[in-house]
T-cell receptor, first 114, second 117 residues
Framework: AQKITQTQPGMFVQEKEAVTLDCTYDTSDPSYGLFWYKQPSSGEMIFLIYQGSYDQQNATEGRYSLNFQKARKSANLVISASQLGDSAMYFCAIPPSNTGKLIFGQGTTLQVKP | EAQVTQNPRYLITVTGKKLTVTCSQNMNHEYMSWYRQDPGLGLRQIYYSMNVEVTDKGDVPEGYKVSRKEKRNFPLILESPSPNQTSLYFC????????????????FGPGTRLTVL
């Protein structure tokens, strides 16, 4: 069965610095994808970035990038130049093939300090 | 505007009083899903639907029912709510099954915070 592990319950980062949020996964699917979502204190789930297992390059979306290491089964989210508005909970998720659902990790709470 | 809407956003109720949380999407998505979010557990899928009249259980379906009579609507029904169903509920939809090749994200509704006393 697929599993996602986020080992950092809480993180702090100084404004304008970069931060890496860890995510490791376990899957038996030969091809798969990984999603990252942001949940601010207002509660909504915001899609950030997606990486397919066969993508040749690490995904990037603005200040967000994925450090995808397939052999280590890790898909860490890197946020560059942190902003106060980045303070939120971040979830890594994997979709078991042909199920339509997402398996979520426990989440990491990020606080950006001014 | 493309969106998933849920109602109500907040609900306080008592044990045993049937309730329905509505979910609607305007993106013509085939796939819809319900999750609940609890502290330390992330989000867990309750039920999902791949198309009209096609629904199936997720990881935590006990105590819940769903229906999919129209493509755009996917209500969540709690026939006899109990305090352990106090949670934050999310409806989500996507164009297709989320997978490696498609990478289709799931769009989430704003959430419904339910308290069962």
């Amino acid at each position: 069965a697929q599993k996602i592990t986020q080992t950092q319950p809480g993180m702090f980062v100084q404004e304008k610095e970069a931060v890496t949020l860890d995510c490791t996964y376990d899957t038996s699917d030969p091809s798969y994808g990984l999603f990252w979502y942001k949940q601010p204190s207002s509660g909504e789930m915001i899609f950030l970035i997606y990486q397919g297992s066969y993508d040749q390059q690490n995904a990037t979306e603005g200040r967000y990038s994925l450090n995808f290491q397939k052999a280590r089964k890790s898909a860490n989210l890197v946020i560059s130049a942190s902003q106060l508005g980045d303070s939120a909970m971040y979830f890594c998720a994997i979709p078991p093939s042909n199920t339509g659902k997402l398996i979520f990790g426990q989440g990491t709470t990020l606080q950006v300090k001014p | 505007e493309a969106q998933v809407t849920q109602n109500p956003r907040y609900l306080i109720t008592v044990t045993g009083k049937k309730l329905t949380v509505t979910c609607s999407q305007n993106m013509n998505h085939e796939y819809m899903s319900w999750y609940r979010q609890d502290p330390g557990l992330g989000l867990r899928q309750i039920y999902y639907s791949m198309n009209v009249e096609v629904t199936d259980k997720g990881d935590v379906p006990e105590g819940y029912k769903v229906s999919r009579k129209e493509k755009r609507n996917f209500p969540l029904i709690l026939e006899s709510p109990s305090p352990n169903q106090t949670s934050l509920y999310f409806c989500a939809s996507s164009l297709s099954l989320a997978g490696a090749l498609g990478g289709h994200e799931q769009f989430f509704g704003p959430g419904t915070r339910l308290t069962v006393l």
